[in-house]
């Protein structure tokens, strides 16, 4: 089984940047795809960026769309989020995970223990 640790997160100015890291343990990372999530206080988790396992495949949820990147280095078992020109409404606990799907949570079968991102207004 595949475990992932997120980190980067914090506390950002709105407008500002935040890079979030997901680590992978183990030597098969690259045989998943990688997801982001989010989850806002009292709201539903929610899709936020995916990249595929060569890294070419990528789809983003249409309120991040040209502000968030998504990339991921196979030889380091790492995935990335690049977050600029963030937003208040950017704040929550930031998840990433891994499995055979795209934007639906439930063809992720491993998970994260989150990262917290508070955007200050």
């Known amino acids: 089984q595949v475990q992932l640790v997120e980190s980067g997160g914090g506390l950002v100015q709105a407008g500002g940047s935040l890079r979030l890291s997901c680590a992978a343990s183990?030597?098969?990372?690259?045989?998943?795809?990688v997801g982001w999530f989010r989850q806002a206080p009292g709201e539903e988790r929610e899709f936020v960026a995916t990249?595929?396992?060569?890294?070419?495949?990528?789809y983003y949820a249409d309120s991040v769309k040209g502000r968030f990147s998504i990339s991921r280095d196979n030889t380091e078992n790492t995935v990335y989020l690049q977050m600029n020109s963030l937003k208040p409404e950017d704040t929550a606990v930031y998840y990433c995970a891994a499995g055979s799907g795209w934007k639906a949570m439930s063809s992720y079968a491993y998970w994260g223990q989150g990262t917290q991102v508070t955007i200050s207004s």
């Open positions: 183990g030597h098969t990372f690259s045989n998943y795809n």
């Open positions: 990249i595929n396992w060569s890294g070419y495949g990528k």
